[in-house]
């Protein structure tokens, strides 16, 4: 069933995206791929993400989770993407009652497994998922294009997701390569989860991308933003001559300063719709997250350290955006209280 949020609703999500998109990082490049972003979706992008998963997404449903990013020149992962997949599955099962599966790469999985346990999640086998609550799996996924589209056709006969998420998750730009932002190639390193996706979008399923620097899943419907605004998005740094713009478009795509923020944003919106503000984690869920997630061998990209945090933004700083959007979902949820009732009766 269609949701379709309230005037109220549509400016507290105007709001959730204007903080989840604040320049914060330093790069310079998330004001111009938001606006590129709101050109071909008119938004708000995390209010749109949450309506539509909302309608979606049913109780038992599984809803499918890429993530992961292999950082040179360790080959292992970053914060930014596994923490925001695990908060997110953890707001799907608390709001929609959805079953979670996080797909990655081989050398990603203890990370996410990590990220998910400090969201508050069981991690299982994947035969649990479907008869147990509040568990979610995390599966490798092959290296090989091959192995990857007979995986991807596995998972989804077997899985019938409703939904597909990619956080923060690199894709194959038109030569069938993978890049970091910078344009290093990371091709033999990346699980092909791209055709999960593809196929995923031939079934008509939703697909949604969460991204920062322009070289993830979904960034191809701002291919143009992301060649003028990303440097070194017109050329990578490897054989292949190409860009760093994934070639496969997806449903939505959401721009976010830190593609954390991106999920954290959706959480928030779909609290404000369910009128539920436990959909959104607390910062101390946020903080564990972290600290789990590093503890598994994450970095926190930047700096290059197993510090806590993500794109060089300590995990103390994190938290602060998460209290700042559970003040959002409250608001949201009282939205046009002036108009009512006095809200503080001893004034």
């Known amino acids: 069933m269609a949701i379709t949020p309230t005037i109220e609703q549509r400016k507290m999500g105007e709001a959730i995206d204007r903080l989840v998109s604040v320049e914060i990082t330093g790069r310079g490049v998330i004001g111009e791929l938001y606006a590129a972003a709101r050109l071909t979706q008119p938004g708000p992008l995390c209010l749109d993400a949450a309506a539509?998963?909302?309608?979606?997404?049913?109780?038992?449903?599984?809803?499918?989770?890429?993530?992961?990013?292999?950082?040179?020149?360790?080959?292992?992962?970053?914060?930014?993407?596994?923490?925001?997949?695990a908060t997110l599955a953890r707001a799907l099962v608390v709001g929609v009652g959805a079953r979670p599966v996080?797909?990655?790469?081989?050398?990603?999985?203890?990370?996410?497994?990590?990220?998910?346990?400090?969201?508050?999640?069981y991690v299982r086998p994947l035969e649990d998922v479907g008869r147990l609550p509040t568990t979610a799996a995390v599966l490798p996924f092959p290296l090989a294009w091959d192995a990857a589209r007979t995986r991807a056709r596995e998972l989804l006969d077997?899985?019938?997701?409703?939904?597909?998420?990619a956080i923060e998750r690199p894709g194959a730009n038109e030569h069938g390569?993978?890049?970091?932002?910078?344009?290093?190639?990371?091709?033999?390193?990346?699980?092909?989860?791209?055709?999960?996706?593809?196929?995923?979008?031939?079934?008509e399923l939703l697909?949604?991308?969460?991204?920062?620097?322009?070289?993830?899943?979904?960034?191809a419907a701002?291919?143009?933003?992301?060649?003028?605004?990303?440097?070194?998005?017109?050329?990578?740094?490897?054989?292949?001559?190409?860009t760093v713009v994934p070639a496969l478009e997806l449903d939505l795509f959401i721009a976010a300063?830190?593609?954390?923020?991106?999920?954290?944003g959706i959480e928030a919106a779909l609290a404000i719709l369910l009128g539920r503000p436990e959909?959104?984690?607390?910062?101390?869920?946020?903080?564990?997250t972290y600290e789990l997630c590093a503890a598994a061998g994450a970095n926190n990209d930047g700096p290059g350290l197993l510090d806590v945090g993500a794109d060089a933004i300590s995990g103390r700083l994190h938290g602060h955006v998460v209290d700042l959007l559970g003040r959002m979902v409250q608001s949201g949820i009282d939205f046009g209280w002036m108009h009512r009732e006095p809200r503080f009766p001893w004034l």
């Open 52 to 85: 539509r998963l909302a309608a979606r997404v049913h109780k038992g449903d599984v809803v499918m989770l890429a993530t992961g990013l292999p950082t040179y020149p360790w080959l292992s992962g970053e914060q930014d993407g596994p923490v925001g997949a």
């Open 102 to 121: 996080i797909v990655t790469d081989p050398v990603n999985v203890e990370i996410c497994r990590a990220a998910l346990s400090g969201a508050g999640l």
């Open 158 to 165: 077997a899985l019938r997701p409703s939904a597909l998420i």
């Open 177 to 203: 390569h993978y890049h970091a932002s910078a344009g290093g190639r990371i091709t033999d390193h990346c699980g092909k989860i791209d055709a999960l996706f593809e196929l995923a979008r031939a079934r």
């Open 207 to 219: 697909t949604i991308g969460i991204g920062d620097g322009g070289n993830e899943l979904g960034a």
């Open 222 to 242: 701002i291919r143009e933003g992301v060649l003028r605004a990303v440097p070194g998005a017109a050329q990578c740094r490897c054989p292949c001559g190409g």
């Open 257 to 264: 300063a830190i593609s954390n923020w991106g999920a954290y």
């Open 279 to 288: 959909v959104l984690h607390a910062r101390e869920i946020d903080a564990r």
